[in-house]
């Protein structure tokens, strides 16, 4: 029962924010001594954990190309340009981004789209260009809001599509662990095809808070000043 | 043969440049501390490759470097962000009045390095298997997507390079700096918490977890093992921030012994249901950072938790709908 000392740190260490790496890595060892594991086994865990988990790191490899990128203007050629596009609203723009985020993702293609490739270089300048189109201004308020936005279709978008795709890191886990704890032989692709009503569900859900944000960012336009106020 | 490894390499070598550019930052504010952080990361994601990964996990190209080595940096590197030691410079780049300018000359042109990325990396992920050279296979099996990315990272430097023709090629690096001293310390955070997922599980959490489950879940409750398995799915990615973590928990503890033995719930359903629902709880926990604090710091959003509150809706909605799921698909 011990053991859950673990758990409950790392519950305490968010709660009084303490930075989320150090509790991480405190908790781990915490449970670890606790659970009877030996130091030189602990030492060893992270070591093999950290390496066989590397492949998230490799996200940041596009990080060069984009600041290039940035350094030239895509951000603002993609505000331009959408703010051409007549009937394009920001919550129309990011419906269509989550739908070909999941679409392709389904497909095993999660590397369309992302947080560095996509959305901060074209997708939330998109987002932002739309508003500035129907709204001539976007104070800072509504700025937030569609970073937020345009962050959250990317995560529910890949999440709620990559799960359909037979040989998705989430999938293979749930075979592979079944399988060799409980002696099944699992069809991975039942595993995926039973993804799929979630990731309708998931579409529908998103979709329509997506489509309602325009609605949310014209109220918050009209509570935002014009102009910040100044003398009588 | 080009596998995964390259891959991690050149990764390494993007976090051990960042780390040599800021030694040399005379104006960095936490300059050595920032210097030694990217560089022990650098130096660890290529020592990665020759160390042993966990059992059951593809074996190292040669495992030569004891992984116990590798841990006691990767933790050093761990304490040296978690004590606030780390923080971001300041990169000299373009003002936005630079920006625009270069945007109206530039035009649609800039969106091609940009393009290159998706286009270069399904392409080797679906084609890549089958390049030979010499009736060899010129790509590890199983790694095409992870190489597909690199080298369209790569591809798009380089058409990058020739269409912005910028006087010093190694702005890109400064600028790549700028982007990934705004991440810091969460570009840790993933590996850390599947450690923890590692150790949990060596310490017996899943099994106590379990006993407790025991002593709540009345024998023939369908309905309340369903939402056990479910919240409880959710719960421990809220804490552990990693729903594969969690699966190993949760499915031992309510999973396979309650709803599969004694009540008869079809495996595949109800296994790929559960993981969903503890998808529902990864929206909703900053311990997600590559998906939750990576994007808000990236996109150097003033609430970083801006993400997380505009997901929370979505999840609990969704995880509703997913217990209605795990209700009927399982047990027809």
């Not at chain 2, 104006?27 to 050595?32: L, S, V, Y």
């Not at chain 2, 997507?145 to 798009?156: D, E, M, P, S």
Request: with cysteine; aromatic share 8%; proline share 6%.
């Amino acid at each position: 029962m011990i053991v859950l000392l673990g758990v409950a740190l790392v519950v305490v260490g968010f709660a009084l924010r303490i930075n989320p790496l150090l509790v991480v890595t405190i908790a781990g060892i915490v449970s670890a001594l606790l659970g009877g594991v030996s130091p030189l086994h602990i030492l060893e865990a992270f070591g093999s954990g950290f390496a066989s988990s590397r492949s998230i790191t490799l996200a940041f490899l596009v990080l060069p190309v984009i600041g290039l990128l940035e350094r030239y203007g895509l951000q603002q050629r993609a505000k331009t340009l959408v703010s051409q596009a007549a009937g394009l609203t920001a919550g129309r723009l990011l419906l269509v981004y989550l739908f070909v985020r999941q679409l392709t993702a389904a497909f095993g293609l999660t590397s369309i789209g992302g947080p560095a490739q996509m959305v901060r270089p074209v997708i939330y300048p998109m987002a932002e260009g739309a508003v500035m189109r129907s709204h001539g201004r976007v104070p800072e308020p509504v700025t937030e809001a569609i970073k937020a936005h345009a962050a959250a279709a990317d995560t529910i978008g890949v999440f709620f599509g990559e799960d359909c795709f037979v040989a998705i890191g989430s999938v293979l886990l749930i075979t592979a662990y079944v399988d060799a704890n409980y002696h099944l032989k699992l069809d991975a692709l039942q595993v995926a095809i039973w993804a799929v009503p979630t990731a309708i569900a998931a579409f529908l859900i998103h979709g329509f808070r997506l489509l309602r944000l325009d609605a949310r960012v014209a109220a918050m336009m009209a509570d935002s000043p014009e102009q910040p106020a100044s003398a009588q | 043969m080009i596998g995964a490894e390259w891959i991690y390499w050149l990764c390494g070598g993007f976090f051990f440049i960042v780390g040599v550019q800021i030694a040399f930052d005379r104006e960095h504010p936490k300059r050595w501390t920032n210097a030694i952080f990217w560089c022990l990361l650098g130096a660890s994601l290529c020592a990665g490759s020759f160390v042993a990964g966990p059992a059951g996990s593809p074996a190292a190209l040669h495992p030569t470097i004891p992984s116990w080595l590798l841990g006691g940096a990767v933790i050093v590197t761990a304490l040296i962000a978690g004590f606030g030691l780390t923080g971001p410079g300041t990169v000299r780049t373009t003002t936005e009045a630079e920006r625009e300018a270069s945007a109206a000359r530039r035009r649609n042109l800039l969106f091609v390095p940009a393009l290159t990325i998706p286009a270069v990396t399904v392409l080797i992920a679906i084609e890549g298997g089958r390049l030979s050279i010499g009736g060899h296979l010129l790509l590890v099996a199983g790694t095409q997507t992870l190489v597909g990315l690199g080298v369209a990272t790569i591809a798009a430097l380089v058409v990058g390079w020739a269409l912005l023709r910028p006087k010093n090629p190694a702005v890109a690096f400064t600028e790549g700096r700028r982007l990934l001293e705004s991440i810091g310390w969460a570009a840790l955070l993933p590996q850390m918490l599947s450690t923890l997922g590692l150790l949990f599980t060596q310490a017996g959490v899943g099994t106590q977890v379990g006993v407790i489950v025991h002593h709540i879940v009345p024998e023939h409750s369908r309905v309340l093992a369903v939402i056990v398995y479910a919240l409880g799915m959710a719960g421990f990615t809220l804490i552990m921030g990693n729903a594969f973590a969690a699966f190993p928990i949760m499915t031992a503890a309510v999973g396979w012994p309650i709803l599969v033995q004694q009540m008869g719930a079809h495996p595949a359903p109800l296994f790929a249901i559960g993981m969903l629902a503890g998808f529902c709880g990864t929206l909703c926990t900053p311990m997600a950072a590559n998906f939750n604090l990576v994007p808000p710091a990236l996109l150097e959003m003033r609430d970083k938790y801006g993400q997380i509150k505009v997901q929370i809706p979505t999840a609990i909605l969704l995880l509703a709908v997913n217990v209605c799921f795990m209700l009927i698909f399982p047990f027809r």
